[in-house]
């Protein structure tokens, strides 16, 4: 048997382009090439893929992991039958289709758990949706970290071609991002960088950290938490030989990073980073949460309903987040 990693893919909130995405995802011969793929959920949200992107696959049904024959030609596909498309309005939120996606993934991190998946890999799901449908969280990163019994420092990745970021902060009201900038959850995102950079591949990556302040603080014109925090904290980590640049004013560092100075940028706050990433490469963009004991991706953009069912979603940020999660998921089984 073929000791690829499995990966387990999630067809997104049926409401949105997920199943479109995935579909497009799973007739792309490359992706099994990388990985065994098993689709976990209702094979009436893929067959709602299939026929908004006309393509048809050959799906081999099971209803235990353990039945999966992988010698088997075509899709290999977990039925949780939980989820009916008939009764759920698309291009719009829903908040019985959000209590569903959060149960398919709560069933995927179990099969991870359980030593039967590698991974998960996700297509794109409505945050509101999610928190409505009764998964209480800010986000499916804290949702994640619950149900892997996470205590510490973990955090939301983003990807692009030319660079990815790790956040010191993420979503919170940026009144309490400033009082959170501080030196235990900087070295937290620096060091879950230079972990996730390496599991790509990069065995001495570059790491440039944003300041938080602008102009750098300006020397404590324009406030003093690169003096008295951020500073101190890189300056301490280099000399425990935890390779780092910065701080620098954040309207510059991504012009380094953009030129190719760093593979990651260490941000402070949620849209220093991201208006960044969304404008140099949205459809491509991958979101990776990081520092947990399961791995977990998905595209960086959302269910865009303006287009759902008229089959033209791109499916280039659904295949980098299947690529990125592929080759994490390599790298574990290989160490």
């Not at 949105?16 to 990388?34: N, R, T």
């Not at 098993?38 to 709602?48: A, I, P, S, T, W």
């Not at 908004?52 to 010698?71: A, F, H, M, P």
């Not at 939120?93 to 039967?116: A, F, N, P, Q, W």
């Amino acid at each position: 048997m073929s000791q690829k990693p499995i990966i387990g893919l999630m067809l997104g909130d049926v409401t949105g382009i997920g199943p479109e995405v995935a579909v497009k995802l799973l007739a792309d011969s490359s992706a099994h090439e990388q990985a065994r793929i098993l689709v976990v959920g209702d094979l009436r949200v893929l067959e709602v893929g299939m026929s908004d992107s006309k393509i048809q696959l050959t799906v081999n049904v099971v209803e235990n992991v353990d039945e999966i024959d992988w010698s088997k030609p075509g899709i290999q596909m977990l039925d949780l039958k939980n989820i009916d498309p008939a009764v759920i309005p698309r291009g719009e939120t829903s908040i019985e289709s959000g209590r569903l996606t959060g149960e398919t993934l709560k069933v995927m991190t179990d099969l991870v758990h359980d030593g039967k998946i590698d991974a998960v890999c996700f297509a794109p799901l409505n945050k509101g949706a999610l928190n409505k449908g009764g998964w209480k969280y800010r986000d499916e990163h804290e949702m994640f970290a619950k149900w892997n019994g996470h205590e510490g420092y973990y955090g939301e990745v983003n990807l692009i071609k030319l660079f990815c970021t790790f956040r010191v902060t993420s979503h919170v009201s940026l009144r309490q991002a400033v009082d959170l900038v501080i030196p235990e959850r900087i070295e937290g995102a620096l060091r879950l960088a230079h972990e996730t950079m390496r599991g790509l591949g990069k065995a001495n990556p570059r790491i440039g950290v944003a300041a938080l302040n602008p102009h750098n603080g300006e020397g404590g014109l324009f406030g003093s938490e690169e003096i008295e925090i951020i500073r101190p904290t890189l300056e301490r980590l280099r000399q425990e030989n935890l390779p780092c640049e910065g701080p620098f004013p954040s309207d510059t560092v991504f012009l380094k990073a953009r030129a190719g100075d760093f593979d990651a940028v260490v941000i402070m706050y949620h849209d220093q980073g991201q208006i960044a990433t969304k404008l140099l490469g949205f459809s491509e963009g991958v979101t990776l949460t990081g520092g947990l004991k399961t791995l977990y991706t998905t595209p960086s953009h959302g269910t865009a309903y303006d287009i759902v069912g008229k089959g033209v979603a791109n499916v280039g940020a659904m295949k980098r987040a299947f690529d990125v999660i592929a080759n994490l998921a390599t790298a574990r089984k290989n160490q």
